[in-house]
């Protein structure tokens, strides 16, 4: 089964406050995490990734923390903007292998 | 710089018909990546392909589902003699190296079967 989930299917914010978006992964062999941002009808496109030696890592507007304790990431999006409403994938690379494990999605909608 | 580029974009087949998904990665890239997405659901890793190898296929059900990246041309997925349960969209990701290395993501075949 897959080893990487989400804590909420949906997240709604008000235009200009900073969104959090959660993931649990079960497999501690993983050692390259990625948020991807689906919109409709679209590939996923690449936002930020993070390996297993960092805590977090910073991007425009986007910052990503990794929990290796307890097996959690999070992105974090600072301002938020109507462009940012998407579906939110984490993965995850099983180390050695050349593979996404995907999680399920968080569904970010913005409120004017 | 074209990205990943995949064709069909949408993809409507009957029930027993074959269905022909191309990818061509992005310039450079050698490894390329299928996954397949149901409707609201995350992307399920199908086959890992370098030239001519397939190197991971894991995820390919075992009947009817074939890939190939030939030396010359684009990655193919192959269906033959779909069903309605192929019904998704196929995703092509290609990197420049393996392992651990960023996947980008073409806009992805969109298949039906009536």
């Known amino acids: 089964g897959e080893s990487v989930g989400l804590h909420l299917p949906t997240l709604s914010v008000q235009e200009g406050d900073n969104s959090i978006i959660n993931c649990a992964y079960s497999?501690?062999?993983?050692?390259?995490f990625i948020w991807y941002k689906q919109e409709s009808g679209k590939g996923p496109q690449f936002i930020i990734d993070i390996r297993s030696n960092m805590d977090k890592r910073q991007g425009q507007r986007v910052t990503v923390l990794l929990n290796k304790t307890v097996k959690h990431l999070s992105l974090q999006i600072a301002a938020t903007q109507p462009g940012d409403s998407a579906v939110y994938f984490c993965a995850e690379n099983l180390q050695g292998a050349q593979k996404l494990v995907f999680g399920q999605g968080t569904r970010l909608t913005i409120n004017p | 710089n074209a990205g990943v580029m995949q064709n069909p974009r949408h993809l409507v087949r009957r029930r027993g018909q074959e269905a022909r998904l191309r990818c061509s990665p992005m310039?450079?890239?050698?490894?390329v990546y299928w996954y397949r997405q149901l409707p609201e659901e995350g992307l399920k890793f199908m086959v890992y392909l370098q030239k001519e190898n397939i190197i991971d296929e894991s995820g390919m059900p075992k009947e009817r589902f074939s890939a190939e990246f030939p030396k010359e041309g684009p990655s193919i997925l192959r269906i033959q003699q779909v069903v309605r349960g192929d019904s998704a969209a196929y995703f092509c990701?290609?990197?420049?190296?393996?392992?651990?290395?960023?996947?980008?993501f073409g806009p992805g075949t969109r298949l039906t079967v009536l």
């Open positions: 497999n501690s062999a993983s050692d390259y």
């Open positions: 310039k450079g890239h050698s490894h």
């Open positions: 990701a290609s990197s420049r190296w393996g392992g651990s290395d960023t996947q980008y």
